[in-house]
């Protein structure tokens, strides 16, 4: 059973880059799957930020392609997302989670609170 | 890129059956039979329900169902139970290599 767990500061200032690692557990980030970036606003849906494979090819959310970064970490067994100059609007719950190539978010992360205020 | 369009919420008596819609274009929906419906209780990780428009993952109840029509994907809950109570949301392929969420039903089974 695939796990994942977000961690990284909660509290990011305005203007300021927000950085996130998620740790996989109970499979390789090698595997045949992508690994994603979802978030959720208060009160709002879930948004797709993008997503990242063991290779380090991506694909990103047009809306935030100018200011988001993945990467993964194969020696570590974990990925990470960072979105530079962010905005209260930027606040959000954000999930990890695996997608396979049919598109299936299979597993997920608990989620992250993370809050953009000075 | 926009979000797939659901009804912001949905309601429905213990034992009844509820259908849930998202819509999008033809260059998601309409284009891919790559439609995924989450339930999301409030504070846990969101549940893989429905795949590939209509495919149940192993576990999920048979009460749960799939479907689509042009730009239009549907859930279907049958014999409504209170445990149902929660958040949906379809997911759709966009092309080039990006995914759309819907922007949400909240399901309160009355």
């Known amino acids: 059973q695939v796990q994942l767990q977000e961690s990284g500061p909660g509290l990011v200032k305005p203007s300021g880059t927000l950085s996130l690692t998620c740790a996989v557990s109970g499979g390789s980030i090698s595997s045949s799957s992508w690994w994603i970036w979802v978030r959720q606003p208060p009160g709002k849906g879930l948004e797709w930020i993008g997503e990242?494979?063991?290779?380090?090819?991506?694909n990103y959310n047009p809306s935030l392609n100018s200011r988001v970064t993945m990467s993964v970490d194969k020696s570590m067994n974990q990925f990470s997302l960072k979105l530079s100059t962010v905005s209260a609007a930027d606040t959000a719950v954000y999930y990890c989670?695996?997608?396979?190539?049919?598109?299936?978010?299979?597993?997920w992360g608990q989620g992250t609170l993370v809050t953009v205020s000075s | 890129q926009s979000a797939l369009t659901q009804p912001a919420s949905v309601s429905g008596s213990p034992g009844q059956s509820i259908t849930i819609s998202c819509t999008g274009t033809s260059s998601d929906v309409g284009s891919y039979n790559l439609v995924s419906w989450y339930q999301h209780h409030p504070g846990k990780a969101p549940k893989l329900m429905i795949y590939e428009g209509s495919k149940r993952p192993s576990g999920v109840s048979s009460r749960f169902s799939g479907s689509k029509s042009a730009n239009t994907a549907s859930l279907k809950i049958s014999g409504l139970q209170a445990e149902d109570e929660a958040d949906y949301y379809c997911?759709?392929?966009?092309?080039?290599?990006?995914?759309?969420f819907g922007g949400g039903t909240k399901l309160t089974v009355l």
């Open positions: 990242i494979y063991h290779s380090g090819s991506t």
């Open positions: 989670a695996r997608r396979s190539a049919a598109g299936t978010i299979d597993f």
């Open positions: 997911c759709s392929y966009a092309g080039s290599s990006t995914w759309v």
